[in-house]
Every structure is written in C-alpha cells, then in structure tokens.
C-alpha cells in the first residue's frame, strides 16, 4: 500500500513544488476497476482539501488552502485528482475522477479577476488565465462508473487546471508573456 492511505494526513510538504519532473508529466492512465490503493489515495486527497478549507485543521497542519489537487502533485504518475469546491449558497461540491478526457468546449473564454495560483507554485504569478468558459468531461469515479459532467464557472476553471496538471500543464502556461492582463477576446471575467 502506498503512502496516501484514507487515513494518512496529506501535508504540504507531501506537495512536489515546480521543478520537479513530474509536474511536467502526461501522467499514465489508471487501470479500471480502481484498486483499493488508488480509491485510498483520491480519498487522502479530497481529505487534504476538505482539511485546507477548514479554519481550525488548515492552521492545525499548515494548510496551504486548495480546491483540487491532481495526483503528480504528491508525486505519482496517475490520471487521477480531487476537487472541493464550496459554492455562493455554501454547498460543497466534491469530486474524486480518473482518467478525465475534455470532450467538448465553449468558444468563448472565461478566467479569474483575480488570476490563478497553485499548491506546487510557492511565488505569485500574476497574470490572467484564460480558458473556456464552458467544458464537458468525461472521466470515472471511484467505482469505475462513467461519469459525463457540463461545468461552467468556478468549477469549470478548476477542473482545467487540474487536467493540465496531469497534462504536465501549469497554470502560467497559458498566461499572455508580452502582456500578462491582456483581456482574451469575448472572454467573461469572474470573480
Ligand atoms: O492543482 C491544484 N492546485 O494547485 C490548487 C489550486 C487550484 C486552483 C487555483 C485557482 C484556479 C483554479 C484552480
Ligand atoms: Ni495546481
């Protein structure tokens, strides 16, 4: 069994930062039906997130606050990521998806006013990020079953930045390098 059992407490220094190889990684599809090795570690993963939007846990353990996380961020070669994202009503939404696959997208653009960060980023890189407003994803859950989901939004945006993530993809990427807060064409801003 690997490290990142449900029960291990995933800490930031469990998190590569840039520079490390497999940041820069296409990351291996993961084997269907999910062993229980693999069900343990997204379930490691989405704790961490839970646990870094927590205001006692997150100072308890020095959480860097997160809304997904992608396996090569702990160091493994997985198609594989959580996310935990709590929406304006304070509803939370969670996802633990393997072998995601972007099927379908919006023409129009969407990014953050106030631009992205990452967990394995330790430096501010400001800039706008531009991506699609709307995505469809085709991916599968813990018991294999395939899921399609339409995201727009928050969501949308962070389920770009983690598949880039297993794409070897970095948010900064995709940031204008002659002119970082370049308003993208028909793209609509959210804060
Ligand atoms: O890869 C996850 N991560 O580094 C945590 C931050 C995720 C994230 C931050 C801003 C916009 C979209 C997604
Ligand atoms: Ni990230």
Do not use: W
């Not at 860097?64 to 304070?90: P, T």
């Not at 990020?129 to 949308?156: F, H, N, T």
């Amino acid at each position: 069994m690997s490290k990142f059992t449900a029960d291990y407490i995933l800490k930031m220094n469990d998190i590569v930062r840039e520079g490390d190889p497999i940041l820069r990684t296409v990351t291996k599809e993961v084997e269907l039906p999910l062993s229980k090795e693999d069900k343990e570690t997204l379930l490691c993963m989405l704790q961490f997130l839970k646990n870094s939007q927590d205001p006692v846990l997150s100072k308890k353990y020095h959480l860097r606050g997160g809304v997904g996380l992608s396996a090569n961020q702990i160091g493994l070669d997985k198609r594989m990521f959580a996310v935990y994202v709590k929406d304006e009503e304070g509803n939370a939404h969670e996802y633990m998806l393997v072998n995601p696959k972007i099927i379908s997208h919006s023409v129009t653009k969407s990014y953050l006013a106030d631009g992205e960060g990452c967990l394995s980023v330790d430096r501010p890189v400001p800039g706008f990020v531009p991506r699609s407003e709307r995505i469809k994803v085709r991916a599968y859950d813990l018991d294999g079953k395939e899921v399609v989901l339409r995201l727009k939004g928050l969501m949308s945006i962070v389920f770009q930045h983690e598949i880039d993530h297993l794409n070897g993809i970095m948010f900064y990427d995709h940031i204008n390098k002659e002119n970082p807060f370049k308003l993208p064409e028909d793209a609509s801003i959210k804060s």
